[in-house]
C-alpha cells in the first residue's frame, strides 16, 4: 500500500500562500492519480485537485480554480501550490492516491490516505 507524508500546512492571513508536498514515502508510485483533499471544520471532505505522476492531466474543483496549482515536483512528490488564501480553504489538506482520476475525484475511491496537514487562513 502506499505511504504518503504531506508537509507544508500553516497559518496565513488572506491573500497569503501556502504550498503544500505529498510524498510516496514507500516509493511505489503503484497508484497512477495523486490528489488532494480538504476537510473543513463541521463539513465532509472535499475534492481539490488532482495529476497524474506523468503530470500531464490535472483537474481542480471549481472553488480553487485558478488559484490552487498541483504539480509533480520530483519522482516521488506531488505539490499544491495554494495562492491568494481565503478563510474558505481552512481545513485539514490530505494526499490521496487512486488508479484513475474518477476514482481520485471521489473520497470513497481512494486508495490510500495520508495523515494530513492543517491550513488556517485568517481574515
Known amino acids: 500500500q502506499v505511504q504518503l507524508v504531506e508537509s507544508g500546512g500553516g497559518w496565513v492571513q488572506a491573500g497569503g500562500s501556502l504550498r503544500l508536498s505529498c510524498v510516496d514515502s514507500?516509493?511505489?508510485?503503484?497508484?497512477?492519480?495523486m490528489g488532494w483533499f480538504r476537510q473543513a471544520p463541521g463539513k465532509e471532505r472535499e475534492f481539490v485537485a488532482s495529476?497524474?505522476?506523468?503530470?500531464?492531466?490535472s483537474y481542480y474543483a471549481r472553488s480553487v480554480k485558478g488559484r490552487f496549482t498541483i504539480s509533480v515536483a520530483d519522482a516521488y512528490t506531488v505539490s499544491l501550490q495554494m495562492n491568494t488564501l481565503n478563510p474558505d480553504d481552512t481545513g485539514v489538506y490530505y494526499c490521496?492516491?487512486?488508479?484513475?482520476?474518477?476514482?481520485?475525484?471521489?473520497?470513497?475511491?481512494?486508495?490510500?490516505w495520508g495523515q494530513g496537514t492543517q491550513v488556517i487562513v485568517s481574515s
Open positions: 495529476i497524474d505522476w506523468s503530470n500531464t492531466t
Open positions: 514507500g516509493r511505489t508510485r503503484s497508484s497512477s492519480v
Open positions: 490521496a492516491a487512486a488508479p484513475t482520476f474518477y476514482h481520485a475525484s471521489d473520497q470513497s475511491r481512494v486508495d490510500s
